[in-house]
């Protein structure tokens, strides 16, 4: 069946970096778009990225841009998400998800989600 | 940035009755919204896309509706495993948003 498992969340101060990942399985991952959201804890959700299944676009949430960078690697499986410049405000389960009939004019839905990896971002 | 709001915060109800949320977008997104479940410490589960259409495994009691600003889902007889936040969605435009979220607690 289709899986998501993401790592790599963790404890970090403010202006630190952290790289998340996200393993796929149960289906042709080169075939589909991927999306990063968050939920900051006990709060709603977040949208914060999205690759295309072949990795030529991207798109960023106001919130993060230049800060976070999605990736990645189709031999793989995997999704990456580069997160710099961290704030406190960034402090939340991050989730990878499938995306279903992104285009370049709208995104698409979110389906399945992974379990989530929680960052905290503290001094 | 569309903005999606969902009503009423907190929905309060026995299993076997009805449970109808609301969302409302701040500008028409057509019927280009879903709605997602989330129970304590688990990921969200897709449940209805455009508006109307359920996702595979998702229950025939779950009845999505609307279009345009006014969206409504309906669980017609609550089972205990339907207590949780349910969240629209919609993917007019970009970005994609969420609403705030609707918890539905047993009563």
């Known amino acids: 069946q289709v899986q998501l498992v993401e790592s790599g969340g963790g404890v970090v101060q403010p202006g630190m970096s952290l790289r998340l990942s996200c393993a796929a399985s149960?289906?042709?991952?080169?075939?589909?778009?991927m999306h990063w959201a968050r939920q900051a804890p006990g709060k709603g959700l977040e949208w914060v990225a999205l690759?295309?299944?072949?990795?030529?676009?991207?798109y960023y949430a106001d919130s993060v841009k230049g800060r976070f960078t999605i990736s990645r690697d189709n031999s793989k499986s995997t999704l990456d998400l580069q997160m710099n410049s961290l704030r406190v405000e960034d402090t939340a389960v991050y989730y990878c998800?499938?995306?279903?009939?992104?285009?370049?004019?709208?995104?698409?839905?979110?389906?399945?989600w992974g379990q989530g990896t929680l960052v905290t971002v503290s001094s | 940035e569309i903005v999606l709001t969902q009503y009423p915060a907190t929905l309060s109800l026995s299993p076997g009755e009805s449970a109808t949320l609301s969302c409302r977008a701040s500008h028409s997104v057509s019927r280009s919204l879903a709605w997602y479940q989330q129970k304590p410490g688990q990921a969200p589960r897709f449940l209805i896309f455009?508006?109307?259409n359920r996702a595979t495994g998702t229950p025939a009691r779950f009845s999505g509706s609307g279009s345009g600003t006014d969206f409504t889902l309906t669980i017609s007889s609550l089972e205990p495993e339907d207590f949780a936040v349910y969240y629209c969605?919609?993917?007019?435009?970009?970005?994609?948003?969420f609403g705030g979220g609707t918890k539905v607690e047993i009563k």
């Open positions: 969605q919609h993917r007019s435009s970009w970005p994609p948003t």
């Open positions: 455009d508006a109307s």
């Open positions: 149960g289906f042709t991952f080169s075939s589909y778009g």
């Open positions: 998800a499938r995306d279903l009939g992104a285009a370049a004019a709208h995104p698409g839905w979110f389906d399945p």
């Open positions: 690759i295309w299944y072949d990795g030529s676009n991207t």
